[in-house]
Nanobody
C-alpha cells in the first residue's frame, strides 16, 4: 500500500504563506475510478478535521468555512499530487497537516465531508506552525 508523503510545512508568522504538497495521493483501488483527494489537519488535543477536498474527475473543490478565501487546493492528476496553497495564515491554523485519497466515487458531492472516515491511507503529515 502506497502511503502519501506530505511536504512543505514550516514555521511562519501570522499573515504568512506556505504551500503544502502531497505525493502518492492516489486511490488504492485497482480499478481506475474517480475519487476525492483531501487535506486534513490535527491540532494538539483535537480530532483530525477536514480542511479542503478536490475531486479527481472534474476538480470540484470543497473548503471548510474557516479557510475559505485563504487556502486553495489543487492537483496534478498525472503526478498523483495534491497541493494546498495557504495564505493569510493565522495562529489557529497551527496543526499537523495530512493528505489522503478517498474511496472511489462517481459523485463529486461525496467530497463534501465532515470527517475522515472515507479517506486513507495516511502519511506522516507535515507540521505547520503559525506564530502571532
Amino acid at each position: 500500500q502506497v502511503q502519501p508523503v506530505e511536504t512543505g510545512g514550516g514555521s511562519v508568522q501570522a499573515g504568512g504563506s506556505l504551500t503544502l504538497s502531497c505525493a502518492n495521493s492516489q486511490s488504492t483501488y485497482s480499478i481506475p475510478s474517480n475519487y476525492c483527494r483531501g487535506w486534513f489537519r490535527q491540532a494538539p488535543g483535537k480530532q483530525r478535521e477536514v480542511v479542503a477536498t478536490i475531486y479527481t474527475g472534474d476538480g470540484t473543490t470543497y473548503y471548510i468555512d474557516s479557510v475559505k478565501g485563504r487556502f486553495t487546493i489543487s492537483q496534478d492528476n498525472a503526478k498523483n499530487t495534491v497541493y494546498l496553497q495557504m495564505n493569510s495564515l493565522k495562529p489557529e491554523d497551527t496543526a499537523m497537516y495530512y493528505c489522503a485519497p478517498s474511496r472511489p466515487t462517481p459523485d463529486p458531492r461525496r467530497c463534501v465531508v465532515n470527517d475522515d472516515s472515507a479517506f486513507g491511507p495516511w502519511g506522516q503529515g507535515t507540521q505547520v506552525t503559525v506564530s502571532a
